[in-house]
């Protein structure tokens, strides 16, 4: 069985945002609502370094570990996918993340949440397959299709890679060891290394 | 207990539904992704443009959709775009994973493009300002009335009182029509984007070597062993760029070196930075060549065949050593010799530039210089070398191509009588009959006024060389994109008409504060067809993806009802039934002199339908129906059989597969000043292989008697050219030396506005040019050296990723709006406390030329002590100033601030008239 991964090569990743907005234009994100955001670092200085940054699909995920009402699960395939009509938007999956992957609506009276959104790996929710509902919901089942993630498909550089591990793992191998012969870029100097791992 | 419950909650749940995901399936799939991202794109979403989704429909989410292949159409990279199209709706756009140059990739504008379309801003039907509000109304009122008032106009003040403003963003067909409709309207008066964007790489280019465009393709850049980009932000501005960028320093181990006076996102990705002070881009370039030359890394073979003017270069670089380049630059002395070596040692290389450096006075110098070290080097003519310049909007190649310029008819024929007769034959036109469609013969050859330059015929603070301006059509063009807009927006508010004819209101409909405008709302791009040219010279099919939304019409529709109101509809489309198909073929019997007469519109549909046929590396298609060809037949194409020129002047190819020698444009021979005589043909030897005569030989007449290869319109002279195995331009040199521009050899200048006054002293700018383009142009009663004193920083612009041009239609798509919501300039924090200024204060920065913006202060370290830099994109603000009140109800941008145009300076190129926008001077105060 594969284990669906993402990976964002830093080596790669130039900041164009355009995984962003392949999720949000792809699913119908509502404008506030990140499933997937760019972070950079050391901005504007040698070493500056951008990462893109959505659910990371845990192995072992806090969100489910602290759902009080057992929306949040996992498929076989390692993919955290969310039953928005079980959510009451407590707000206790986004403690637990590490990574600030569930998203919440904003400008509700009282500060109230409203239900939780986050990446689902374009693999819609568990309502029927292309149902209406899921599309609304959720957006995109493009792992029932068969096709991959939007942001990783549309990366600008390759540099978000999705897919089985075994895949992802391989193709960011041969990108290190080819790398390795040069040890001339800042990047190698700072050590090459990807999130997600 | 958290542990146990996360083991089991999966399987629970798997248990308790159905199995959806196919294990196969994914796996099929996501191998198909990893191939994308090791080496060739090898899936085919359809041999066919339009093809039903998967047959055997288990289900699918938009059943009995249609895939339209198409292009992007924000920067020139040219990437290629799935739609997804259900019963005449753009539902999704799916992964362009086997186009050949982008391989499914977007930057967060293509992955948009649906927004398009479907944005709430768009303008939704004709309207007229009235009384101060504004007005709908119906298109036949709105074309009767704006071709009324313009032909009353012309019947007045005659043709040369309209300034025509075509674009950039249109395709080949509808660029034709735009210079064509000013030919017929009797006038030059007709500019675009490329103006402001590339003027000074075409000139500076086309004079080194014969064409003015980008010699190698973005693709050709993975074989590269040094790239070198001056001023060129490629992760911003071409962010698809970049994948190949990378893949090259991460394969060949290439250095990456980025010169800029900011440290941008792709400095961020490269081997070496330089920080290089604003408009020394000449003085740093001879700096490296006096260096190169100094230890012998010239590339002495290729310069003895194909380089004119070489001693000339040797003794004006002389005076360029590390020393006083550095003093001039700010870049240290052994910076500046290591680069050299850097570029003497990793060969091939390539240069890649963007507007830091064009959008100068000294322009034309720099893309020249940048031109002679690629010479030096011997990096021209092969691949992994040449001169990369990125073109900025998606089809800016191809409208320059179709010259929508005031100094040339299509196909860069210039303003003669030679080139008026050949178009004439071309539209099947009386000569005399457009002679008289002129104010007079004389304004027939007289170059118009440019889109940096035209507010002058309308203010006049620089006297002017015709009658005022009276009325002015944006045809698809931003106005806040170009500098002194505080000017622009005096003669906008002055002049009688402006007519904007654009998908989205841009700055420009809000801008007058008199009842003097029209908007007609055209179609965007993906609501019409036609084919488009990327940087690279490839020409794609950009097919409809949906019918004109609201009461939109494409362009076609409104050039053809407006030339029928302007009287010469018969004449205009005499050649042209069906459309926009017989226009390309106009363009393909016209436009010999760049070779686009190759491309039928049914080969570049061909090439489209088929671009995963094409090869990564090469661009060339491997088996199939294009089998041989290269992607797009990048011009020039000299026959509808050649396969197309991926590499300009590369002499290891016989011409008919696509080589080409240096052309043969500026004669024979040639005396310098100091009294040398040279040979300008190439040296014996020197030639593509097959070629009947083995050395230089110049441009191919008198085949069919009296015409050349450019004006033959039966194209035998081409075609006997090539069965001889020979260029019909001729085999030339390539020139250093460029006696018809007012600095020969590029020598430093300094900027109009430099921080330097004893450097001013030293390397004076040019004396004032009187009737530049229709208007006196300032120089030295310009650069004054007391500027400093009370404007001491330095004011830089740029792009950003989210945006483009103008941003009234990316301003306008929610999404990008929300990632760049705000104007604001990036100031270093040093000098920010060195004012008092906290990070997100609103700050004034203030031009010497009475602008001013009142923007937000970003602190950042990409910008050194001494300079500002502001974004271009922005528009719906004046000098502090609110204009949201001002846009028809419901067509507000998301995203409003400050034109930088307001305070870039006055500065324009000696040559072109490119506005300075990259460097200036300015001061800032908290706001």
Redesign the interface.
């Known amino acids: 069985m594969a284990r669906m991964r993402f990976l964002c090569d830093t080596e790669r990743c130039i900041n164009c945002n355009g995984c962003t907005v392949a999720c949000k234009d792809g699913n119908n994100i509502p404008v506030g609502i990140n499933r997937r955001r760019v972070v950079t670092i050391n901005e504007g200085r040698p070493g500056e370094q951008s990462l893109s940054i959505a659910c990371m699909h845990c192995s072992k995920a806090p969100c489910i570990a602290v759902c009080p009402v057992d929306a949040l699960f996992q498929r076989e395939d390692g993919i955290v996918l969310l039953d928005k009509k079980k959510c009451i938007g407590c707000g206790y999956c986004f403690f637990a993340c590490p990574f600030g992957a569930p998203q919440f609506p904003k400008g509700n009276v009282f500060g109230a949440r409203g239900v939780m959104d986050k990446c689902t790996f374009c693999a819609g929710g568990p309502e029927e397959d292309f149902s209406e509902e899921e599309r609304k919901l959720y957006g995109q089942n493009r792992i029932a299709e068969g096709k991959p993630p939007l942001c990783a498909a549309m990366c600008a550089t390759k540099a978000l890679l999705a897919g089985d591990a075994d895949v992802v793992s391989k193709i960011y191998q041969e990108r290190v060891f080819q790398r390795g012969s040069g040890g001339s870029s800042w990047g190698s100097k700072v050590s090459t290394r990807a999130y997600g791992r | 207990m ?2 146990f ?2 083991l089991n ?6 248990n308790s ?1 159905t ?5 196969n ?10 191939a ?3 080496a060739v794109a090898g899936t085919g979403l359809g041999v066919t443009m339009v093809k039903k989704s998967s047959a055997e429909t288990k ?3 938009y059943p009995s959709s249609k895939l339209v292949k198409t292009v992007c159409t924000h920067c020139a990279v040219g990437c290629g775009v799935v739609a997804e199209v259900q019963n005449g709706v753009w539902v ?2 799916e ?1 362009a ?1 086997d186009h050949p140059i982008s ?10 493009a ?2 398009m379309v479907t944005s709430e801003k768009r303008l939704k039907y004709p309207m007229k300002k009235s009384g101060g509000k504004w007005q709908k109304l119906s298109w036949k009122q709105a074309l009767d009335e704006v071709a009324g008032k313009l032909m009353e106009i012309r019947e007045k003040y005659g043709p040369d009182a309209v300034m025509w403003i075509g674009s950039a963003k249109v395709s080949n067909e509808m660029a034709y029509l735009q210079r064509k409709l000013a030919a017929f309207w009797g006038t030059n008066n007709i500019d675009h984007q490329a103006r402001i964007c590339h003027s000074t790489t075409v000139a500076g280019v086309a004079n080194t070597w014969g064409y003015g465009a980008m010699t190698n393709s973005i693709n050709d850049i993975r074989h590269s062993k040094c790239i070198f980009m001056i001023g060129s932000n490629a ?2 501005a071409h ?2 760029a ?2 190949h960028i ?1 893949h090259a ?3 060949n ?1 290439a ?2 070196i980025v010169v800029d006076p900011r ?1 941008t ?2 400095a ?4 070496d ?1 330089v920080r290089i002070r604003s408009g020394t881009d000449v003085a740093f370039i001879m700096g490296l060549i006096h260096v190169i030359l100094k230890n012998g890394w010239e590339d002495k073979e290729f310069i003895q065949a194909r380089v004119a003017g070489f001693p000339e270069l040797k003794r004006e670089v002389e005076h360029y050593t590390p020393e006083v380049v550095s003093d001039i630059t700010g870049v240290p002395a052994d910076e500046i010799v290591r680069i050299a070596k850097l570029m003497a040692t990793h060969r091939p290389g390539t240069v890649i530039w963007c507007m830091g450096g064009t959008q100068h006075s000294t322009g034309s110098s720099n893309t020249r210089a940048y031109c002679i070290l690629q010479l030096v080097l011997g990096n021209m003519g092969v691949s992994g070398g040449g001169c990369n310049i990125f073109r900025g909007h998606d089809n800016v190649q191809g409208a320059t191509d179709m010259c929508v310029l005031s100094h040339s008819l299509p196909g860069y024929y210039g303003l003669s009588d030679g080139a008026w007769k050949h178009w004439c034959r071309v539209w099947d036109v009386d000569y005399n009959w457009m002679v008289k469609r002129f104010q007079s013969k004389k304004m027939m050859n007289t170059k118009g006024f440019t889109l940096s330059r035209w507010y002058e015929g309308v203010i006049q603070e620089d006297k002017i060389h015709q009658q005022p301006l009276r009325a002015v059509v944006f045809w698809g063009a931003a106005s806040n994109s170009q500098s002194q807009y505080h000017k622009l927006k005096k003669a906008l508010d002055k002049i009688d008409l402006v007519v904007v004819i654009d998908p989205f209101p841009t700055m420009t409909a809000v801008a007058s504060d008199k009842d003097n405008v029209y908007l007609l709302p055209s179609s965007s791009q993906y609501e019409t067809s036609g084919s488009i040219t990327a940087s690279n010279r490839s020409i794609q099919w950009r097919y409809k993806v949906v019918d004109p939304v609201w009461d939109s019409r494409d362009d076609y529709t409104i050039m053809r009802e407006l030339v029928k109101r302007f009287g010469f509809e018969k004449e205009f489309y005499k050649n042209i039934k069906e459309i926009p198909e017989d226009i390309t073929r106009e363009i393909n019997k016209g436009t010999l002199t760049i070779g686009y007469n190759g491309q039928t519109p049914e080969r570049i549909k061909k090439h489209t339908d088929y671009w995963h046929t094409f090869d990564v590396d090469t661009l060339q298609a491997r088996g199939g129906p294009c089998d041989g060809e290269y992607y797009g037949l990048p011009w020039p194409c000299w026959t509808t059989e050649h396969p197309g020129t991926p590499i300009l002047y590369d002499i290891s190819k016989p011409v008919a597969k696509g080589g080409l020698p240096f052309r043969a444009r500026f004669g024979t021979e040639y005396t310098y000043p100091s009294g040398r005589k040279e040979n300008l043909l190439a040296a014996e030897g020197s030639a593509p292989p097959g070629s009947e005569v083995k050395g230089g030989y110049p441009e191919f007449k008198d085949v069919v008697p009296g015409t050349n290869w450019k004006t033959d319109l039966s194209q035998k002279t081409i075609k006997e050219a090539l069965r001889r195995g020979m260029a019909p331009f001729g085999n030339a040199r390539a020139r250093c030396y460029v006696w018809n521009f007012p600095d020969p050899i590029p020598i430093h200048r300094e900027p109009l506005h430099s921080p330097r006054p004893d450097l001013i002293k030293k390397y004076p700018t040019w004396e004032d040019k009187p009737n530049h383009y229709r208007v006196d142009t300032r120089y030295r009663s310009e650069q004054k050296p007391d500027w400093v004193k009370e404007f001491p920083l330095i004011l830089t612009t740029g792009r950003l ?2 945006y483009m041009g103008g941003g009234a239609e990316t301003r306008s798509n ?3 709006a ?2 760049q919501p705000e104007m604001f300039a990036e100031i270093n924090p040093v000098t920010a406390n060195n004012y008092g200024i906290r990070n997100g204060d609103m700050i004034w920065v203030e031009s010497p030329n009475g602008g001013r913006v009142k923007v937000k202060a970003k602190f ?4 050194d002590e001494k300079t500002i830099f502001l974004p271009f994109h922005f528009g719906g603000h004046f000098m502090g100033d609110v204009w949201a009140g001002r846009y028809p109800e419901g067509t507000v941008p998301y995203a409003l601030g400050e034109p930088a145009n307001i305070v870039t300076n006055y500065g324009y190129d000696i040559v072109t008239q490119m506005q300075e926008t990259k460097t200036g001077l300015c001061r800032i105060k908290k706001a």
């Open positions: 958290a542990s419950k996360i909650t999966g399987k629970d749940r798997q539904k199995l959806r995901l196919n294990p399936m994914a796996r099929r799939s996501f191998l198909k992704l990893a994308v991202a090791t289900k699918t989410p999704r756009q992964i994973q391989r499914g990739a977007h930057c967060c504008k293509g992955a948009s649906r927004e992760a911003e962010p698809i970049m994948q990378l320093k991460e394969k181990d250095r990456v440290f996102r792709t961020a990705k490269a081997t930075y990723v989210e929610k999404y990008l929300e990632l950042s370290e990409r910008v």
